[in-house]
Nanobody, 126 residues
């Protein structure tokens, strides 16, 4: 069982930055690929970014490439999402996800996930 707790959301102006964190419980963090998804009001949940179990490989949605960076610290059981040059269309609830023994690409293409966090709100004003 893995519990995920997100933090770092908030209100920011367009062009600003935020860093989301997701802390995971348990001693098997490095066996999970980790990812971020988001869901805006009246829209389906969409993939944002994922990182491999070692942190050596990443995968991004086209909409955030060049603006967002995902990383992880296996010693701290934490995954991060650095979001720069934020746009109003980035407004959503952001969810952290863990997928057992899979790849970052699989999380992005197949939406593979075994555990979800409760979400953190990101609001970007124009």
């Amino acid at each position: 069982q893995v519990q995920l707790v997100e933090s770092g959301g908030g209100l920011v102006q367009a062009g600003g930055s935020l860093r989301l964190s997701c802390a995971a419980s348990g001693r098997t963090f490095s066996t999970y690929a980790m990812g971020w998804f988001r869901q805006a009001p009246a829209k389906e949940r969409e993939f944002v970014a994922a990182v491999s179990r070692s942190g050596g490989s990443t995968y991004y949605a086209d909409s955030v490439k060049g603006r967002f960076t995902i990383s992880r610290d296996n010693a701290k059981n934490t995954v991060y999402l650095q979001m720069n040059n934020l746009k109003p269309e980035d407004t959503a609830v952001y969810y952290c996800a863990a997928a057992f023994r899979t790849t970052a690409q699989a999380m992005g293409i197949k939406y593979s996930s075994d555990y979800w966090g409760q979400g953190t709100q990101v609001t970007v004003s124009s």
